[in-house]
């Protein structure tokens, strides 16, 4: 999306995907209400996640701003759908915990091995699933 582009066209773009976005938001919201949260409490989480996703690429808070005003819907919706599996993640109290103490490391690492490139002619997918360290433990989503 341009983020130049005007409310109008925002509205043109995104007015006709309303009730895809509100199904969408809902289907998650529904998973968080099941966590013991509110709307209120999903706010919290998008607020509390906002700053990873701006040191990552801050065009992108902007452009879901751009969304949620051209749909006419609320902004944590946008972040919701876009952030859907960090943001559940971090309706876990413990997960949520360690993004305030961002002085440990953590992350996961994977590989995936197309089948035009393995020897078997299979897609492989290896997650690593280490135990971390004292210091900086495995974290509890990889």
Not at 22 to 35: D, I, M, P
Not at 64 to 90: Q, S
Request: charged share 25%; aromatic share 6%.
């Amino acid at each position: 999306m341009n983020l130049r582009t005007s409310a109008r066209a925002r509205r043109a773009i995104w007015t006709p995907r309303r009730d895809r976005i509100r199904k969408g938001a809902s289907h998650y919201f529904a998973q968080l209400k099941e966590l013991s949260l509110d709307a209120s409490g999903v706010a919290e989480l998008v607020r509390d996640y906002l700053p990873v996703i701006e040191a990552f690429e801050p065009t992108y808070i902007e452009e879901m701003h751009g969304i949620a005003e051209g749909a006419g819907v609320p902004f944590e919706d946008i972040v919701l759908l876009n952030a859907r599996t960090e943001i559940l993640k971090l309706a876990k109290p413990e997960i949520r915990a360690r993004l305030k103490t961002p002085d440990e490391p953590d992350g996961c690492t994977g590989v995936v091995v197309l089948p035009q490139a393995s020897g078997a002619g299979r897609l492989i997918h290896a997650p690593e699933l280490g135990t971390g360290s004292a210091n900086a433990p495995r974290p509890p989503w990889c």
